[in-house]
């Protein structure tokens, strides 16, 4: 998959700034629940996230509740990501019954890899 990523202004109308976040059932890991990328939106100065913690949350609470929304809770689901960058990430998405609603954590191990400094625009 090769993404190209400076058309996603022009087809994400809506949200321009906006990344796409593709990801599957099929893992290189078979103790992982879900295998994700991160392509980036052309404003970011990059083109693909190696591991992204938070869209990872995003996908435990959509597998909770479109995937199996019947798996017993709590529940810690592995995300794994990063593999075809030459990278092996991991993220646990951890899932329980707050109430009515999902809450949603996530843990991990990060590792620095270089400073970046990041500019805001209104």
């Known amino acids: 998959m090769v993404p190209q990523t400076a058309t996603f202004p022009s087809i994400l ?4 700034k906006a990344s796409l976040h593709p990801f599957c059932l099929e893992t290189f890991d078979e103790t992982a629940d879900m295998h994700a990328r991160h392509f ?4 970011s100065g990059t083109v693909e996230d190696v591991v992204t913690g938070t869209a990872s949350g995003v996908m435990g609470a959509y ?5 199996d929304n019947n798996m017993s809770l709590p529940k810690t689901l592995l995300v794994e990501q ?4 030459g990278r092996d990430g991991r993220v646990r998405v951890h899932v329980k019954q707050k109430e009515n609603n999902l809450d949603i954590s996530i843990t991990g191990t ?4 270089k400073k970046l400094t990041v500019k805001i625009e209104n």
Request: charged share 20%.
């Open 13 to 16: 109308k809506e949200m321009p």
């Open 40 to 43: 980036s939106s052309p404003f």
């Open 63 to 67: 597998y909770a509740k479109y995937i």
């Open 82 to 85: 990063g593999q075809e960058l």
């Open 110 to 113: 990060a590792v620095y890899v």
